[in-house]
């Protein structure tokens, strides 16, 4: 099941009706657009594509791209929000959930829901994944600001996350952030060479692997 990608600019001249012909054909034309960028991205990184580039691999004219998108970094943001905003609801959910789990088992079912949750969402856009974890690192500048600010937030959760499970006594005594440090590292890289195909591994059995590893890895000792 694909996310659906939405424009960041609304044609003012007869827009047409929401669900309508016109409407569709937006949605169309954005997604086209979407797609042919998102493919030259991972080849030659979002800072060195042009407009220009995009348009043509898109077969649309420039008029079109600006049509629905103010520049580039509005391009990245339309491709990258629908599954940033998962991601990011998914972490809310389990930092309120892990803060009331008084059992280690209890925190386990919680981070094993969590990468259940994200591992749905990387089934349906492994690309978009692909694209945020190659330009997840550099200053908060240029077109990749939105995956950027985006791993910003995905990191202070994690870590907001971490200190809740902590916070219950169950873990050993390590620093929250060096321990969220280590585990997100880890699972992007595992992810990231699994979109790349240099690591063979069952997606299905994966969330529930990772699960053991950390916790098992963590887990203060009796």
């Not at 856009?125 to 908060?140: I, M």
């Not at 005594?173 to 321990?179: F, G, L, T």
């Not at 063979?200 to 098992?216: G, K, T």
Request: some cysteine.
């Amino acid at each position: 099941m694909k996310t659906e990608l939405k424009p960041t600019k609304i044609p003012e001249h007869k827009p047409g009706a929401q669900g309508g012909k016109r409407d569709a054909n937006r949605k169309e034309k954005t997604q086209q657009i979407a797609d042919a960028a998102l493919k030259i991205f991972l080849l030659q990184g979002i800072e060195k594509v042009t407009i220009d580039d995009i348009v043509k691999a898109a077969g649309v004219a420039k008029g079109s791209f600006y049509r629905y998108f103010a520049d580039k970094e509005a391009l990245v943001a339309a491709i990258v929000t629908p599954m940033a905003d998962q991601f990011l609801a998914a972490l809310s959910v389990c930092a309120g959930q892990i803060e009331s789990a008084k059992e280690i088992e209890t925190q386990k079912e919680i981070y094993m829901n969590l990468a259940q949750t994200l591992a749905a969402v990387v089934f349906a856009s492994p690309d978009v994944l692909r694209l945020y974890l190659q330009e997840k690192r550099g200053p908060l500048e240029g077109a990749a600001r939105p995956i950027r600010q985006t791993a910003q937030e995905i990191g202070r959760l994690a870590l907001e996350t971490t200190q809740k499970a902590h916070g219950q006594g169950l873990l050993k005594p390590i620093s929250p952030e060096v321990s969220t440090l280590v585990v997100v590292g880890a699972v992007e890289e595992l992810l990231f060479q699994m979109l790349s195909g240099t690591v063979e591994e069952n997606w299905m059995e994966l969330p529930a692997a990772v699960a053991d590893l950390i916790f098992y890895g963590l887990r203060k000792e009796d």
